[in-house]
């Protein structure tokens, strides 16, 4: 078993440094908020960002301190707001130990570069490719704190490393497959999440299934065309990283880019929506990153280009769909 560091206790880093925990491993949590440090170390709950667990294992505890945090470190694991990770990791740049495998949780595309968590953290922390690993999967936070049966994608260029995070964090509730295709893992993640605020909105404004089926599929569609251009493999959309994170970020009240749709839909505005969210809806900054990105590779996301419309110009879903549906016909 090793000596993992979570970096951001927020509601993913907390509940997935529960699985580690019960894999067996020594779990250390970085928080910069003295309050959350304080709470997952003496009271061995996390009651700002994680609530509904009441007591997590004795093997996690947590630091405040950024060197004594990743100091002995085998595994580094980064689960930070997207739009912040470049801005958070450069401090522990030159703290890492040489060996340290780093594994990105986060599902986002940076805004201003349009660039994938997989690229941020490399220029960050000026990591060599073969000791990065991006973990993607169908995990709502809440499902996995309550060890509900759950399953992800651990994708590196390096096998090895790849294989090393799975066994890392194997136990009787949480299933880790192994991937090269960190490009597509990566794409999927952040992508789905657009997806994710579109069929939400859906929702909000009172449509039923066959409304959200048709978002999900032609979502699906955009997102793996774009992958496919930006390098990924075809087949990793299918797996649990593309469709299953889709299906259950699109169906569950618990993902925050859906509620934050549901929300929006309704009839909220961008900062009333943020406002009730309880956590990142990483999709509402990734749905216009993401269109630097399809520029630069020459691939047309519509629903994503549509979804940015509703978050910057505050249009309504309805009239979202009308531009989206146009006059034009063409083949499916
Ligand atoms: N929740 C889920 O079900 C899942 C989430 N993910 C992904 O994991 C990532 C993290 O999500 P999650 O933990 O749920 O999000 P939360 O909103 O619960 O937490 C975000 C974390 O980022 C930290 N953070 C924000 N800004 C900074 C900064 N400038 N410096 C340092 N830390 C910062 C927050 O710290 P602070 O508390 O101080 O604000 C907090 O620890 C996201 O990319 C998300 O898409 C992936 C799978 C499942
Ligand atoms: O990625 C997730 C589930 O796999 C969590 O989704 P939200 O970030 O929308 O809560």
Redesign the pocket.
Known sequence: MAKVTVL????????FGQVLADAGNDVLMW???PE?VESIRERHCNE??LPSVAKLPDNMTATGDRAEAVKDAEIIIV????Q?AR??LEEFKGLIPDKAIIVS????IERGTGKRMDEVVKEALDLPDGRFAAL?GP????EVAARNPAGAVIASCNPYVALRVARACQTNYFKPFTSEDVIGVEMC?SMK?VVALAVGMSRGAGYGENTAAMIETRGLAELTKLGIAAGAKAETFAGLAGFGDLVATCSSP???NFTFGYNLGKGMSVEEATQVSN??A?GVPTATAVLALAKEVGVSVPLAAAVSRVINDGISFDAMMAELFGEDITEE
């Open positions: 951001g206790a927020g509601a993913w880093g907390t509940a928080a910069r908020e959350i700002v960002r689960a930070i707001a997207a912040f801005v958070a949780l986060m599902k986002g993607s995990n709502l936070s809440k993640g999440n618990l993902s925050r956590g990142v990483e």
